[in-house]
């Protein structure tokens, strides 16, 4: 505990003052580096035990001109000594490494809240380039703010002088210096950041030093009191967390490692087929690393070639796996039907966008429901389900595959853009206690018929090309439900429609029974979630029972079919509010399925709900 | 996996299904089928390693013919199906039926880039110059003028050539032949299936009802020796009666013509020899058109280089080879981990 | 009136039977030729001003072998003297041209009906080729039938002796000797089919002469009391049609009209991109030879190249109109989510077909209802209707060009295959009291902003490139709410996400209160339908009004929006069945809206429903 | 409705919109979108007749940069949409963007049959040989071995060459440009501009972020003399300091080989004149490849025919010729009718 020690020894300091949780965005220019600082922040908060939770929000422009305001890169987390749901609503410290980064993110920072200036780059060029005709530090735009301003380009310029850099490579360093002094904020240590820098530049030794130099000089700015001296540091308290072994994921991350963990656990090899499109590459790119793990990756021509190779592979005896985004799930939805015909394992993941069209690629949303369920020709039914956060990812992605290898279908898993960028500490679980769900393929070409069912889960057998004397033919005209030939027959067709959703219905009795996250089972208001809009949910709700009031939460994870008690579960409250970033999809389809007066709290902003929005929206019906 | 079979000496027999085979009488297709039926014995793959992969079309119906493996997709996206079964098992040996339809309109793009990729699979395509299964529209082979349902007044889309198609997209190998000549196809195919890579093999089929006889002027009987040139590798390109005729570079220019040895000072040397690892010959030939030229029959290119399938599994391998196999409680914990002790 | 006369020369024949209506089908060979016969009957049938309505039946083959079962050809007609509303559940006449026919087609005939059968074709082959083990003229497999045993081969080989055709040509003559004898049946006259027959062969004048011999022979047979004497003829009153000019039209006919219509009414022209697919390449093909009416056709290289070059066409200032079968429209659903964010008018017409995949193509369903209202990424509405039979394809595709063009928005327009070639009268209107609704494209720069809206109908203007001074770039970002340049701004995203859906929801007040077809408009009972499930439900609804059941017909011609007073309509009767041929659709779609305890009556045999199917589910929820 | 403004003599910015140009600073986009803007004012065609339309990508932002109608689409459909405003409007000037993602990958089919129907359109393919939005994926241009995020070991996939593809679809103008050479640049596309008929035109772009200086082998200033060879119609092809190089065809062969006149008894008349109608010899330019050879810039292929506009245009005249224009009723009531009377 070396650093709080030494920061004891600068006596003029207010003393630290206890939180129980802070909210910290950090923001500047794509070039600054906004989103390894906070990638730091994390791992350091992390390893401080304390919970987190994180929101990147990247530019929609790959590298926009520097300065623009919509060149702006951020990174907000919300870390504490309890358990941390959301990103956090409003700011409690924003650092505005430019003043486009301040124009674009102070309208969102708490009341009083602390914004950090890098005064060094408020030159009038930058300030035009941010839209601003006067200077903000000086005109007012802070007053209700404090803020604290630094010439950081001019400071890290001197912690760096060593290295004798370039003036770009020295400026570099910036976004370092600044974490330095916010590590001194909250007390941090920097070690991991260190070491990790001495990793990330090992060939470039003095990139590492001028680095690393840049944050001791930050953190010692702020324990050497040249910080004024009304902000003192903040000590936070060690949240109470499960032990264990810990590590940061992202939802990329987490899926992929789950699609791993389930193939593994059916004892299958995957076969991953997809094309680029944000938000859902950095699956692919995670997978692409994994070719030791037996997964083959293909980037193919379109996202139609990648879900016909998925289910190719699945018909070939691997897991076909394929992932998109909203538009690119579209352009599948035919191949998907040859899935639902044909009856193999299928895994499509689905990282929501804004929409419609191109919409806002890089803004999240959550509206896919309706074509993940509802979205192809003919009555197609299949199984959707969704995560809810970074780490459940893992969990979905295995409860996916369960689901493909066990009833013979697809399974489309929804998440979104805010899941699949977001991180968050994840306890690792020990792969040696998951239990298997391994896969048996036909073999016996005795009584072999490519479409006689098992009884209980109505899946047909899984017979893979190579097997010998079970050679035969599949298509997606309609077939007997026996021997698989084409048929024409009426009541065969009314039979195996009446097959398909009787499969796909018959998963409701193999997934755990809806329950309740917060407060009581019965009463006056449930508020239903889906996927990432579970922290702030969960937050709100969380908030409101200690207020006292009478509300629920209920999080699904099956879309489709939903569970077996949803019904009587939702008859036992008053009100029953589904909180969704759409314009009311889940909404729409409980209300088809259980006739009840449900109402929506719908938010399609392409940003998540904040708590206070869904607070607001359950004492607005509780105090009626 | 592929536990084979002994592979005991199977007929072409045993490679038809007891499914009707429901063509129109007459079709092209029927004897494309038979000659494939024949060839499959003589591949040495045991029967279960085989895979037929098709759209929709007439064509296409074809998987449900063979006693094979076979899968019968949608319209247009069969490579892309194939390549999938490759990625999953490369030891299988994949052959796509599709038609001009089916592999040149809705689908060009996935036979473009299986093609690109030089995946291992060989790829059947019938071309009737016309929509069968949906009863008779024009094709993007169809010649110029096609009058069809949908193009009463007749079309006004060029052509595509697919074996020109299938040279600009990187083909290693690309054949022509035609339905009727079960002398031929057979061994068009087993080359095919030699070729390590991606196999292109356009076929003129008849189609009888929407289409007949739009090959007559170079696959009639009669007109056969004088409109068709049977290229072989290292033989030199000549045709006609006893080989009366052959092609030569007219001089001075790129272009081939025919010349007639024995006349106005042509000789036997002057023909030019197959060479069927020339890319540029092989567009020369695959642009000849009748009336004016003969059509180009048999392996028109042939120059393999290292497959997709091949490259892929090596891949595969190497980073086997680095990383210990599989070890999921290393991945969860690969990174920066902390611990949380009670 | 010369047939009936000379009919009453045959004195030992029973009288003809005075009939209401009847039911007919033609079945054979698919070279047989049923559906000219089909339509040749249709044709006389309506000339004597009876009403009617037909249903073909077409093999999945192109042409399958002869004589097999898979290959035969049906054509069914009900007509009679009072209005006819489907094709009828069982017929009453079925015409077997060989073995084949016989066996696919006795099981859907009336109890004691009339089997005409072709001896001359049930040969040793022919009965194995059908899969006949013994001869079903002989084993009582026609026993509670009335058989007419009749060797119509060798009777047209004899009819048509004189024209000295080639065998082959002189058999494809049986099916006009088989029209002469239904002719004769129901005392019809010839002239109409001798007349089409005469040009049909204009350049071969011995077939028009062999087809009307045939014909003119098989009409005598039944005349000159060659008939079993208890088979005597038919006689049916003209039906009370309402005066006018008639012709029959198919729905793939009408709908290529009311295309046509539409379209000059907005004073536009059409751009219609197609691709072919089964059953809806009609439409192509009978555009295809409208170019004199400004239509221009283009057959894409794919359905997602048609629906791209559709809106390339509006966007360049003529209708753009593509149409498609449920997978071919799986594949638009991407370019279409473009239409609804860049608000162009497209009219999509989508001919249902049984599914999943590629299903059973040439087979009718009514599966696509959520595809088309919810089958795309995001929230994306459009505005969805359904046209209910042949004949009223023709208006409901002027509505669709209507709401298209006036709303500046991408029209689903669902039918189906059986109305696509399904056939009957339609009274023709006269297009000059058609009203017009004129499209007013944007050309004054003054104040023009791509996305500032008439504040009526939500719409955008219609601004044309080759338009001076309006030169502006649109797309399928998030576009301002005004300037339509990029806007990642949330609030805007909100506010458009909302505009759109307000914009189509806005539709329902320009639409036709829903009205009740048949029966009252509140009580016990309300049957609702949309599309090709008009006939069976209007008539199984008023047979039983007739037997004092309180019952009604509502239908559905909005399905999004829906009609304004739907709601209210619906809450009047005590129980509300859905029947649609599909798993439950239309219903899902009302109980979500309306929370009402709706029911499904549903079919999915790729088969319309029976009269009798209806009017037995009526009576048992009557009888509850 | 295209009643046509005055052509008043507009300058290159009369053709920039108010909106921020908003690629990465140093990105090839820029010098294009230079080079076309320069174009537009010399093309002799009233602003409000001309149109942009684009896929998804870094390139396909184009049209938000250009003062004249334009349509920022999807991913890879731009062809189809721009050959529906052809459909709708043949007066339009329209001009497609693409890069080698949106054109090549999920659009290729596309673009292939843009191509074989000849619509009068002009294409400009920015070929950067990655994909630059979705943040630095291979592309089918990508050469073999390229490492990135989806290829982390190098990609395995022959890249596709774009005017090869092009030739092999039957287009009939092909070209090839550098987005930094503004002298060049605006030339290629008056000529393609002046083509009527589908003008494809490959720009090698330079994407600074994810694939810098993926070209600089022949387009570095100090290499550009040996490995370029800017082809002219007519005019040998020679390169290399004051053109001292040539290509020749290599006697007895089909190959192009690299002479140098004056050296081993070549003469200049052994140098190959350039023939932009010769399809052989374009496919020959678009194969060549540093650093064994320069890289074939300019018009490597023009050969008009027909356009698709021109025949679509044609038949609408000639059925209007024949049928009296839409009379309604006269549609309505033909064939067979019947009356019933009250
Ligand atoms: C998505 C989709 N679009 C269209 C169709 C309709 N369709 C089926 S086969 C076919 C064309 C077949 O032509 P070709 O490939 O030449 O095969 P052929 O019948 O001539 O053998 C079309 C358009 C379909 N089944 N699916
Ligand atoms: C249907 C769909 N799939 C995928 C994407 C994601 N995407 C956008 S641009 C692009 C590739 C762009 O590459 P290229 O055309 O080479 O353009 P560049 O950015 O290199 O100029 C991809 C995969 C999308 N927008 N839509
Ligand atoms: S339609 Fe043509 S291609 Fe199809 S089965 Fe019949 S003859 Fe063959
Ligand atoms: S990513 Fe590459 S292609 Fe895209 S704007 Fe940046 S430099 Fe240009
Ligand atoms: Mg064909
Ligand atoms: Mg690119």
């Known amino acids: ?624 | 996996m592929n536990v084979t079979t002994p592979l005991e000496k199977l007929t072409p027999k045993d490679f038809a299904t007891d499914q009707e085979v429901r063509w129109c009488p007459g079709c092209g297709d029927y004897a494309i089928l038979k000659a494939v039926q024949k060839t499959m014995p003589e591949l040495d793959v045991p029967r279960e390693n085989i895979v037929f992969v098709s759209g929709i079309g007439c064509s296409s119906r074809f998987p449900y013919y063979m006693a094979t493996y076979g899968f019968h997709t949608i319209h247009g996206r069969a490579p892309a199906f194939a390549t999938g079964v490759k990625l999953a098992n490369p030891d299988l040996s994949v052959w796509i039926v599709t038609g001009d339809g089916d592999g040149l309109s809705i689908g060009g793009n996935h036979l473009l880039h299986i093609l690109r990729r030089n995946v291992d699979v060989q790829i059947l395509l019938f071309n009737n110059e016309i929509y069968g299964l949906t009863k008779g529209q024009y094709s993007p082979t169809s010649r110029l003028g096609t009058r069809s349902p949908s193009t009463p007044t007749g079309s006004i889309d060029n052509p595509l050539s697919p074996t020109e198609f299938a040279l600009g997209a990187g083909a290693r190998f690309v054949a022509r032949g035609i339905d009727t000549q079960q002398k031929y196809l057979p061994d068009l195919f087993k080359r095919a299936h030699a070729h390590a890579g991606a196999s292109f093999v356009e076929i003129f089929q008849n189609c009888i009802v929407y289409n007949d006889g739009v090959f007559t002027e170079f696959t009639d009987k009669a007109a056969a020796e004088d409109h068709q040139i049977h290229v072989e590798h290292g033989k030199p390109l000549r045709f006609g009666k006893d080989g009366a005729k052959g092609l030569r570079v007219k001089p001075g220019s790129f272009d081939l013509e025919i010349v007639t040895p024995s006349e106005n000072g042509v000789t036997d040397a002057d023909i030019l020899l197959h060479d069927e690892t020339s890319h540029t010959l092989a567009n020369l030939l695959a642009a000849m058109q009748p009336p004016h030229f003969p059509m180009a029959i048999g392996v028109l290119y042939c120059n393999p280089i290292e497959s997709y399938t091949a490259r892929i599994s090596q891949q595969i391998e190497e980073a086997k080879a680095k990383a210990p196999l599989g070890d999921l409680n290393a991945l969860l914990q690969s990174g920066h981990t902390w611990r949380v002790s009670d």
Chains 1, 3 share one sequence.
């Open chain 1, 1 to 624: 505990m070396s650093e709080t020690a030494s920061a004891k020894a600068a006596p003029a300091r207010a003393p630290r003052q206890e939180l129980e949780t802070a909210v910290v965005r950090f923001a500047g220019d794509s070039g600054d580096g906004m989103q390894l600082t906070g990638g730091q922040f994390t791992l350091t908060t992390a390893l401080a035990a304390n919970d987190l939770a994180t929101f990147p929000d990247f530019p929609a422009e790959i590298r926009a001109p520097a300065g623009t305001t919509y060149g702006v890169s951020a990174f907000q987390i919300n870390f504490g000594g309890r358990r941390i749901k959301t990103a956090g609503d409003a700011p409690d410290v924003l650092v505005a490494m430019n003043p486009a980064a301040l124009k674009v993110n102070l309208k969102d920072i708490k009341e009083g809240g602390l914004v950090i200036l890098d005064t060094g780059s408020f030159t009038e060029r930058n300030l035009q380039k941010a839209g601003y005709e006067k200077d903000p530090i000086e005109d007012g735009t802070l007053d209700g703010y404090r803020a604290v301003k630094i010439d950081i380009s001019k400071l890290t310029l001197e912690a760096v002088k060593a290295q004798e850099l370039s003036k770009k490579d020295a400026l570099r360093c910036k976004n370092l210096w600044t974490l330095g002094l916010i590590y001194w904020m909250y007390g941090r240590k920097r070690a991991a950041t260190k070491a990790w820098l001495e990793k990330k530049f090992a060939k470039r030794p003095e990139l590492a030093q001028a680095n690393i130099a840049a944050m001791d000089a930050g953190h010692a700015f702020g324990e050497t009191a040249e910080m004024p001296a009304e902000i003192g540091g903040f000590t936070i308290q060690e949240a109470d967390i499960q032990p264990g072994l810990y590590r940061t994921v992202t939802g990329s991350e987490a899926l992929a490692w789950g699609l791993v963990a389930g193939t593994e656990l059916a004892g299958l090899k995957m076969t991953f087929a997809s094309y680029p499109i944000t938000p859902a590459s950095g699956l692919l790119h995670t997978l692409a690393r994994l070719k030791s793990f037996g997964v083959v990756t293909f980037q193919a021509e379109d996202e139609i070639a990648a879900v016909c190779a998925a289910i190719g592979a699945s018909y070939a005896g691997t897991l076909g796996v394929t992932s998109s985004s909203g538009p690119g799930l579209a352009l599948k939805m035919e191949a998907i039907g040859l899935g639902i015909s044909v009856e193999l394992p299928l895994v499509i993941v689905n990282s929501q966008r804004a929409g419609p069209s191109t919409g806002l690629p890089t803004k999240t949303e959550q509206s896919d429901l309706f074509q993940a369920v509802w979205g192809r020709n003919a009555d197609s039914p299949l199984a959707v389900i969704a995560s809810r956060s970074p780490s459940d990812c893992f969990d979905a992605a295995i409860e996916a595959v369960r689901i493909a290898t066990k009833y013979m279908t697809p399974v489309i898993l929804l998440t979104d853009g805010y899941i699949a960028n977001a991180s968050e500490p994840w306890r690792i679980p020990d792969a040696n206690n998951f239990t298997p769900m391994p896969v048996t393929f036909r073999t016996d070409p005795e009584g072999f018929k490519p479409f006689l069912r098992d009884p209980k889960t109505l899946a047909r057998p899984w017979a893979v090309p190579g097997t010998p004397g079970l050679e035969h033919r599949i298509g997606g005209i309609e077939k007997d439900h026996e021997s698989g030939h084409i048929s024409y027959d009426p009541a065969n067709h009314q039979k195996m429609t009446a097959t398909r959703a009787a499969k796909i219905q018959g998963i409701a009795n193999d997934i755990p029974a809806q329950t309740v996250e917060l407060g009581p089972s019965k009463g006056r208001l449930a508020i239903v979630g889906w996927g990432s809009t579970y922290g702030p949910i969960d937050r709100a709700v969380a908030n409101l029972l200690e207020e006292g009031l009478e509300v629920s939460h209920i999080h699904l994870r099956h879309i489709w079919p939903l569970p077996a008690n949803l019904k009587s579960l939702l008859e036992g409250f008053d009100q029953v509010l589904v909180a969704e970033m759409n314009n009311g999809q889940l909404s729409t389809l409980l209300r088809s399925q259980y006739l009840l007066p449900i109402e929506g709290l719908n938010k399609v902003s392409g940003q998540p709900f904040k708590i206070a929005e869904i607070e607001a929206a359950i004492h607005a019906r509780l105090e009626k």
